[in-house]
């Protein structure tokens, strides 16, 4: 088991075979993107820079995981494995992502271009969107009681589908809760 370990420029191939765990370790500019990344186990790792779109995450283990200043488009998060589930993103594109059905409370995003996420389901209690892009992302059901959408942009929630008791919203931010109705706001 990689404990404490550094990788640096290494590409899915260069990682062992399935059920293998990593524990405290940092990934660097590594690309990642279209491997099969199912069974493996993440535990307090970081994420620099790293190309992971389109992985595989069929019961990963991603238990307080960062990724600063990665891309992970197209990843489906919820074939992860969800028991500690935990992670955090900054500075990251993850365009056409899901987060379907995921409980994910206190997740912070961070400065993230989120185009196209799907939220539908999800519990994202207490979360955070600061500075991010949330252009066609899709709340339905979803549970952002305490979610901090005040420094957000372009998202389309409609509260009668959704959980926002106790949410924050900027003013500038508010129409992103209206736009259902086709109302002009000025």
């Known amino acids: 088991m990689p404990f404490e370990e550094n990788y640096k ?4 191939v260069e990682l062992k075979s399935e059920n293998e765990e990593f524990e405290s370790c940092t990934f660097k500019q590594c690309d990642f993107s279209d491997a099969n990344l199912s069974k493996l186990k ?4 970081d994420f620099i820079e790293c190309n992971l779109s389109n992985v595989s995450l ?11 200043g990665c891309k992970l488009i197209g990843v489906h998060f919820e074939h992860a494995n969800p028991f500690g589930v935990q992670f955090s993103f900054s500075d990251s594109v993850l365009d056409h992502s899901s987060f379907y059905q995921m409980k994910l409370a206190k997740v912070s995003f961070k400065s993230c271009r989120l185009l196209s ?4 389901e999800a519990l994202l209690k207490h979360a955070t969107f600061e500075l991010c892009n949330l252009s066609g992302a899709i709340f339905y059901q979803t549970n952002l009681e305490k979610a901090d959408f005040r420094m957000a942009e372009s998202f389309s929630i409609h509260p009668e589908d959704n959980m926002i ?3 924050s919203f900027s003013k500038t931010g508010i129409a992103g809760l209206l736009d259902k109705y086709g109302l002009n706001i000025e």
Request: net charge negative.
């Open 9 to 12: 420029n290494i590409s899915q």
């Open 42 to 45: 993440f535990i307090d790792c």
């Open 58 to 68: 069929n019961n990963t283990s991603l238990q307080n995981v960062s990724f600063n």
């Open 117 to 120: 996420v799907d939220f539908t």
């Open 165 to 167: 008791k106790g949410a």
